[in-house]
């Protein structure tokens, strides 16, 4: 299957800074990447979507000003948490797709921020 | 509205099978993907039904019935590895993927 990575695994931070988190495809060109967010024992929560070149489209609820998104490549995006605090806390996951809309979700490994 | 619906929690013990429902309703319907999920990491892809019918692979196989908006993941051979969540997505008219919350799957010795 095709590989995602994500960088860093783990941050920790103090409250009122940003944090930059990277997603590559590595083998393949991801036409399309998503922004997921899991707090403990919940389910996936999609926060927006990016296609290469344009602006990413956030779900409700999301705020755009707050997380960053920028996905000038075919095979990097970066999610910036700007002013963190420690309610954003969670686990980031990013996912990427090729060009056909029904192709496959390939996920990275995610992102644990912890907000001090 | 759209909705997945599957079971939050099950049980079931090393060796035996185990079926993993899951309901949808979505607006379009471009297909239903399963993904497996061990704790503290992301989910890694297991399968993608969009025609009715049984897709097998290796010990895990999902069935479609896109009729009835139902799917399920059967999984073989339960070895204590397969103790993760199994999560099922559906994805709509606009290639979006509308996610379940997940099945907690706990295998037993």
């Known amino acids: 299957g095709a590989v995602v990575s994500q960088h860093p695994s783990w941050v920790i931070c103090k409250s009122g800074t940003s944090v930059k988190i990277e997603c590559r495809s590595l083998?393949?060109?991801?036409?399309?990447m998503f922004w997921y967010r899991q707090f403990p024992k919940q389910s996936l929560m999609l926060m927006a979507t990016?296609?290469?070149?344009?602006?990413?489209?956030?779900e409700q609820g999301v705020e755009k000003d707050k997380f960053l998104i920028n996905h000038a490549s075919l095979t990097l995006s970066t999610l910036t948490v700007t002013s963190a605090h420690p309610e954003d806390s969670s686990f980031y996951i990013c996912?990427?797709?090729?060009?056909?809309?029904?192709?496959?979700?390939?996920f990275g490994p995610g992102t644990r921020l912890l907000v001090l | 509205g759209q909705n997945i619906d599957q079971p939050t929690e099950m049980t079931a013990t090393e060796g035996a099978i185990v079926q993993i429902n899951c309901t949808y309703q979505?607006?379009?319907?471009?297909?239903l993907f399963w993904y497996q999920q061990h704790a503290g990491e992301a989910p890694t892809f297991l399968s993608y039904n969009v025609l009715d019918g049984l897709e097998e692979k290796g010990r895990f196989s999902s069935f479609l019935s896109r009729s009835k908006g139902y799917s399920y993941l059967l999984l073989k051979e339960l070895q204590m590895k397969d103790s993760a969540s199994y999560l099922c997505a559906a994805m709509d008219s606009n290639y979006q993927l509308i996610w379940g919350a997940g099945t907690k799957l706990i295998i037993k010795p």
């Open positions: 990016s296609n290469e070149g344009s602006k990413a489209t956030y």
């Open positions: 083998d393949f060109q991801a036409t399309t």
């Open positions: 996912s990427a797709r090729g060009g056909s809309p029904r192709e496959t979700q390939y």
């Open positions: 979505t607006s379009g319907f471009n297909g």
